[in-house]
């Protein structure tokens, strides 16, 4: 990496901009455009979300102040709040989003051998919820939520191997989370991890059909019959029960009239019983909970998200604004993630992220930001090592 070029521009040498333009092109959205295109609108956007500013009006600020350095930094020109603003409410969300979608096609692979705790599985495994995001329905008329206020949803789909997000649909806060198993698309021998919210028979026996596998916690009020039970159990694992049933309700066995699985497990942690309801009778029982345990990594990605990248606090009212806000966002964690794995930084990307928005103006190779802690404790452990010899 060249050292004479700030961070910043160093961060954008590993965005793949004819892929972005592919984008732009696909939706015309340089289209009548003048001052301020779409890679333009899109570098200023990430450079918002990289230094965690909270508003349009701090960006436009920030890079305005900078001004003389824009053009080092792969910034073309800095333009006031509303261009920017009229240009998040006009520019279709979509050339953003297919941007994401050609980044999650980019790092997933990268990321597929990182194991996941305390589970020997070789399937594909993903973790499905959504985050409520709390809006001023003066401001958000389009976004109803509960109890007449705005709110959106963002709908995730996060693979466990390496918490790379794979799926992302915004929708309004009353949209229920059940509702997405029809938008997607289940992958062979992949297992889903869900919790209570998406017991959906229909759905889930769609799911069953296309020959993949949901773990999902069962309702209290779930009416079934026993048609085998596995004795073979060791309590001292935290295994209550492991049971093949069959839906006893009358429309429930119609929805879905095969059998399926039903495994307790008493978490001594919080003293209760926990009961997973799942179509997967080829891992053990054992293995049933721990997969239920890992989708835990989806709440706190949500949490790592709302924390460090600018998502709470949206750029726009629209819901134009407000999806390529997201997009972008998205984008910028999965820049992020591939950053991270390309320069073998033994970091987070919780700390990748915190390094990288208080150097954006530095000048050192972002190779050398990223990797020196590793280099020192290396040296650390080689002196340890001469002092523990003499």
Not at 324 to 351: D, G, P, Q, R
């Amino acid at each position: 990496m060249n050292s004479g070029k700030y961070v910043f521009a160093q961060l954008l040498l590993f965005v793949n901009k004819y892929e972005f333009d592919k984008c732009v092109n696909r939706y015309k959205g340089d289209y009548w455009t003048r001052d301020l295109n779409c890679w333009n609108q899109f570098t200023q956007l990430f450079f918002g979300q990289i230094t965690s500013l909270n508003s349009l009006r701090d960006i436009c600020l920030c890079l305005k102040a900078h001004r003389n350095k824009l053009y080092h930094l792969g910034i073309k020109q800095n333009v006031n709040q509303s261009t920017l603003s009229r240009a998040n409410e006009k520019r279709d969300w979509r050339i953003f989003a297919d941007f994401g979608e050609h980044l999650i096609k980019q790092v997933r692979p990268l990321y597929a051998s990182c194991p996941i705790p305390n589970v020997d599985i070789d399937s594909d495994v993903f973790a499905l919820d959504s985050t409520t995001i709390s809006l001023s329905i003066k401001l958000f008329s389009w976004a109803e939520g509960k109890y007449s206020r705005g709110a959106i949803k963002v709908h995730t789909l996060l693979d466990l191997r390496g918490s790379i997000p794979t799926f992302i649909f915004i929708t309004d806060g009353k949209y229920h989370d059940s509702n997405i198993l029809d938008v997607i698309i289940p992958l062979p021998d992949a297992i889903y991890l869900m919790d209570k919210a998406y017991i959906d028979f229909a759905s889930l026996y769609g799911i069953n059909k296309a020959c993949a596998f949901f773990v999902t916690r069962a309702k209290v009020s779930i009416d079934y019959s026993v048609i085998e039970l596995n004795c073979n159990i060791d309590e001292s694992t935290g295994l209550r029960s492991d049971k093949t049933i069959k839906l006893a309700g009358y429309k429930s066995k119609l929805l879905y009239p095969e059998t399926l699985r039903l495994v307790e497990y008493y978490d001594d942690e919080k003293d209760i019983v926990l009961v997973f309801l799942t179509n997967n009778f080829e891992v053990s029982a054992l293995e049933i909970a721990h997969l239920y345990r890992n989708r835990w990594q989806i709440e706190v990605f949500f949490k790592w998200i709302k924390q460090n990248l600018t998502i709470k606090k949206l750029w726009g009212h629209t819901e134009n604004a407000v999806n390529i806000h997201v997009w972008v966002a998205i984008c910028t964690y999965l820049i992020v993630a591939y950053i991270k794995y390309t320069l073998k930084s033994n970091l987070s990307i919780y700390e990748t992220m915190q390094i990288l928005g208080i150097s954006a103006f530095d000048k050192t190779p972002v190779k050398e930001l990223l990797t020196e802690t590793k280099v020192n404790q290396n040296i650390k452990e080689q002196n340890d090592l001469f002092n523990n010899q003499f």
